[in-house]
């Protein structure tokens, strides 16, 4: 089937503009989550979402950042006021309910936000 | 505070031999442990695990260690084949933290034919 998808997979905008990335997950999957990495560096985590619960936004780096998931599938990432540290490869990933033992996450090829 | 180290950002290593990627991590509670492949322009690809209640796991030519007391865990890829160059990230999970996973920066393997 259909693995994780993310649109658009390059995105170049101006400092100061607001950006939005998709990510669809794979279907049945309830479990969704947000990475990024910025150059050099490993995998941040931002937020998850499962189901009906409040969505854990501990990794998000400030109150620009926020995420949300309509009818538990697609899920849009929104950057307000985007500065140029937010420059990172924006990745998703879903995975069926975190269970133990632990579910594997499957990630999307990334959104590639360039930010001038 | 980076919880998961990988400290080689790059190995080279020859077809047919060994490849050891290592990963240290400071948390005591996590309990799960992951290895991710990443090829250029592509997400990261599951490629083995661990729980800490084992302190090996072998998939074919992936073999994954995990030395609860060092905090270390290691990624011995044998034999080496040039199609496993990529970036390899260390991943560690909790139980009960959502299943979200904390990275390592990433070590990039290439295998010369």
């Known amino acids: 089937g259909a693995g994780v998808s993310q649109s658009p997979s390059n995105k170049v905008t101006e400092k100061g503009k607001d950006v939005e990335l998709r990510c669809d997950p794979i279907?049945?999957?309830?479990?969704l989550y947000w990475y990024r990495q910025s150059l050099g560096q490993g995998l941040e985590f931002l937020i998850y979402?499962?189901?009906?619960?409040?969505?854990?936004k501990s990794g998000l780096p400030s109150d620009r950042f926020s995420a949300e998931r309509t009818g538990g599938s697609v899920s849009t990432l929104t950057i307000q006021r985007t500065q140029q540290e937010d420059s990172a490869v924006y990745l998703c990933?879903?995975?069926?309910?975190?269970?133990?033992?632990?579910?594997?996450?499957?990630f999307g090829p990334g959104t590639r936000l360039t930010v001038l | 505070d980076q919880q998961v180290k990988q400290n080689s950002p790059s190995l080279s290593v020859q077809e047919g031999r060994i490849s050891i990627l290592n990963c240290d991590y400071t948390?005591?509670?996590?309990?799960?442990f992951l290895w991710y492949k990443k090829y250029p322009a592509e997400g990261p690809t599951f490629l083995i695990s661990?729980?800490?209640?084992?302190d090996k796991n072998e998939d074919g030519r992936f073999t994954v260690f995990l030395n609860k007391s060092a905090k270390h865990l290691s990624l011995h890829i044998v034999p080496s084949q040039p199609g496993d160059s990529a970036v390899y990230f260390c991943a560690a999970s909790a139980t009960g933290n959502t299943g979200k996973l904390i990275f390592g920066q990433g070590t990039t393997l290439q295998v010369k034919p």
């Open positions: 979402f499962q189901g009906n619960s409040a969505p854990d």
């Open positions: 661990i729980s800490s209640i084992k």
């Open positions: 279907s049945g999957h309830t479990a």
């Open positions: 948390n005591s509670m996590f309990d799960y």
């Open positions: 990933a879903s995975s069926l309910p975190s269970l133990i033992p632990y579910n594997e996450q499957f």
